[in-house]
């Protein structure tokens, strides 16, 4: 085993350890044939730090795969609170339902199944903004498409997480055809250009290898 996965077990096992449910979560997520590409516990745990540090009332979610980290967050919502995740594929939209079923969660995680595109237009129009914490995790090759919708779903300290954005070191390489890569470098060209937006991009290494995150946070508007 790496160093670093025996490092990420020590902190997830003493400040993020997984209960039955989300164990059950994975489980399934697993026999279902889902990709393992849901958050380490240690990273989980940084949405619900940053929730809690904001007093989220109201998280949109980008990617719900099957449901992991809407849990994570959603529960630290207060009372009243609420998260809507959007999921691409219908197959993982009812597995993650199924999820928060058995998380308890039904009634504060609404699942909404469609391209993200036309579901973050949609919650512009409901006017269902704004949110207090966003997280992307879904089609890397829309990451600045994402970015650009969900801005008008924000407010001043707004924080936008990433997921994802490393791409194994090749986001660093101007030279990349990959549309996964192209996307990523696309919404960090935007941050950059945006007086709105304060950001950074952190590389992690651990249970899920190397990889990366970028935190923003919406400065005005
Ligand atoms: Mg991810």
Redesign the pocket.
């Known amino acids: 085993m790496w160093t670093s996965t025996k490092v990420d077990a020590y902190f997830g096992g003493l400040l993020a350890p997984e209960d039955e449910v989300l164990t059950e979560v994975v489980r399934a997520a697993t026999e279902a044939g889902l990709p393992a590409?849901h958050?380490s516990p240690t990273q989980a745990m940084l949405l619900q730090v940053l929730a809690r540090a904001v007093g989220a009332r109201r998280i949109l979610e980008i990617?719900t795969l099957a449901g992991y980290s809407a849990i994570w967050m959603a529960r630290v919502l207060p009372e009243g609170g609420r998260l809507i995740t959007l999921e691409h594929e219908p197959r993982h939209a009812r597995l993650a339902e199924a999820n928060l079923a058995r998380a308890g969660l039904s009634e504060v995680v609404e699942v909404r199944t469609g391209p993200a595109e036309q579901g973050l237009a949609r919650l512009t129009e409901e006017g269902a903004g704004p949110f207090d914490l966003v997280f992307i995790?879904a089609d890397k090759s829309a990451n600045a498409a994402y970015l650009t919708a969900v801005l008008p779903l924000a407010r001043a300290g707004t924080i936008i997480v990433v997921?994802?954005v490393v791409h194994g070191g090749l986001v660093a390489d101007p030279a990349s055809t990959d549309p996964d890569v192209l996307g990523t470098r696309a919404m960090f060209d935007l941050v950059a250009a945006d007086p709105r937006l304060r950001s950074t991009a952190l590389q992690t290494i651990g249970d899920k290898g190397y990889d990366g995150l970028s935190i923003t946070v919406v400065d005005h508007l």
């Open positions: 590409d958050l990617g995790d997921d994802n």
